[in-house]
């Protein structure tokens, strides 16, 4: 089955900065990649997504790109703000299946 | 509009009791999920609902866990004799549709369980 690992774990940055988070998968079927982020007592929220048949997709100052001969997917942030500050995941799942999560960043923006 | 619901909030049971949690999609969705989150780690999948039939059950962890969307809309995640492993946030999630055409899925605030 699908297996998606993503780093770091934490990541501090300062207001302004850029922030980068990975995940790799390893199901070469797997099609859909979606960012949620999760705020403290709350479910997760659908940021942005992407599907393989695209290497990259922006929304304002969030963007993921994909490659899919190397099995991974990153997400970035720019411009970050005190309010970017929450926990990331990652996720793939193929069509008609379930969501496989990565663990999770902690994603700190201090002003 | 309204998004998924899931009641209760929180839930405190002692362990060997029996619990349930509900969930109510976005209308018209009909595709709904059950994830289980530990602390400090991603929602684990256990059970997919396209309408009233489950699609994919995979993720119940043993017999104990058991579901239902007898109408097709809103989901009961059902939980016998629960055990103090049981606690965590269990999440339900809904899409248009499961099948190629609709892929977002989206979550409701979950139910935290404590199991004493």
């Known amino acids: 089955g699908e297996n998606v690992e993503q780093h770091p774990s934490t990541l501090s940055v300062q207001e302004g900065d850029s922030a980068v988070i990975k995940c790799t998968y390893s199901d070469s079927a797997s099609n859909y990649f979606p960012w949620y982020k999760q705020e403290l007592g709350k479910g997760p929220q659908l940021i942005i997504d992407?599907?393989?048949?695209?290497g990259e997709k922006k929304d304002q100052r969030i963007a993921v790109t994909l490659n899919k001969t190397a099995k991974h997917f990153s997400l970035h942030i720019t411009e970050t703000q005190p309010e970017d500050s929450a926990v990331y995941f990652c996720?793939?799942?193929?069509?008609?299946?379930?969501?496989?999560f990565g663990k999770g960043t902690t994603l700190s923006v201090s002003s | 509009g309204a998004g998924v619901s899931q009641t209760p909030s929180n839930k405190v049971t002692e362990k060997g009791k029996y619990v349930e949690l509900r969930c109510d999609p976005i209308s018209g969705h009909t595709a709904l999920y059950w994830y289980r989150q530990s602390l400090g780690q991603g929602p684990e999948f256990l059970i997919y609902?396209?309408?009233?039939?489950?699609?994919?059950d995979s993720g119940l962890p043993n017999d104990r866990f058991f579901a239902v969307r007898p109408e097709g809309s809103v989901s009961t995640l059902k939980i016998q004799r629960t055990e103090r492993g049981d606690s965590a946030v269990y999440l339900c999630?809904?899409?248009?549709?499961?099948?190629?055409?609709?892929?977002?899925?989206?979550f409701g605030p979950g139910t935290r369980l404590t199991v004493t």
């Open positions: 999630a809904s899409s248009l549709t499961g099948g190629l055409s609709s892929y977002e899925q989206y």
């Open positions: 992407i599907r393989s048949n695209v």
């Open positions: 996720a793939a799942r193929q069509a008609g299946t379930a969501l496989i």
């Open positions: 609902f396209q309408g009233t039939g489950a699609a994919d």
